[in-house]
């Protein structure tokens, strides 16, 4: 479980993704090391999904449909009608298209960073088996251990939408 830091309005494309690749974190970790997925990564998996979606629909933060909302921000009472405005099965497809591709960017950039940080996976998970939690001085040690793949160090990692 992470707690934020501090409140903020305003993400920008890179941290918007990064999240997502956090939020894929568990997930991809029990790839790797059992070789299979579980359920216990659901929430998370839903939480990475809204936020691609409004990537796409509300953010435009897609290269192919561009800076279009496509969801209304429409206050509770209003009720009964559908979020999303009218829009042709094409766009649809597209919208349903790039939140994938983002999934899966995210997915494969979580991969590599446990894959290039499995040594200091398991260090950690054995940290956490003893103390159960991990947070401040010994947390940010343990990050700053980590190594980056040269793509994202670089800067050059496809944003995908």
């Known amino acids: 479980m992470q707690t ?3 409140d903020r309005f305003l993400m920008l494309e890179d941290e918007l ?3 997502i690749a956090t939020l894929l974190g568990g997930r991809s970790a029990e790839e790797i090391v059992f070789g299979k997925v579980s359920t216990g990564a ?3 998996i839903q939480k990475a999904t809204d ?9 435009g933060m897609s290269q192919t449909l561009g800076p279009i909302a496509f969801e209304k921000n429409q206050a509770q009472f209003l009720g009964g009608s559908s979020n999303r405005r009218a ?3 094409e766009v649809a497809a597209e ?3 790039q939140v994938k591709q983002t999934i899966g960017n995210a997915h494969d950039l ?3 960073i446990l894959q290039l940080n499995r040594e200091l996976l398991e260090l950690t998970t054995q940290t956490l ?3 159960e939690v991990l947070e401040g001085e010994t947390l940010a040690a343990i990050l700053a251990q980590v190594q980056v793949p040269e793509a994202m160090a670089a800067g050059l990692l496809n944003s995908g939408c």
């Open 87 to 89: 829009i042709s099965d």
């Open 51 to 59: 936020l691609a979606e409004r990537a796409v629909t509300q953010y």
């Open 4 to 6: 934020p830091e501090e």
């Open 95 to 97: 919208i349903d298209r």
């Open 129 to 131: 088996l003893e103390t």
């Open 110 to 112: 979580a991969v590599e």
């Open 42 to 44: 659901s929430d998370d």
């Open 17 to 19: 993704r990064g999240r």
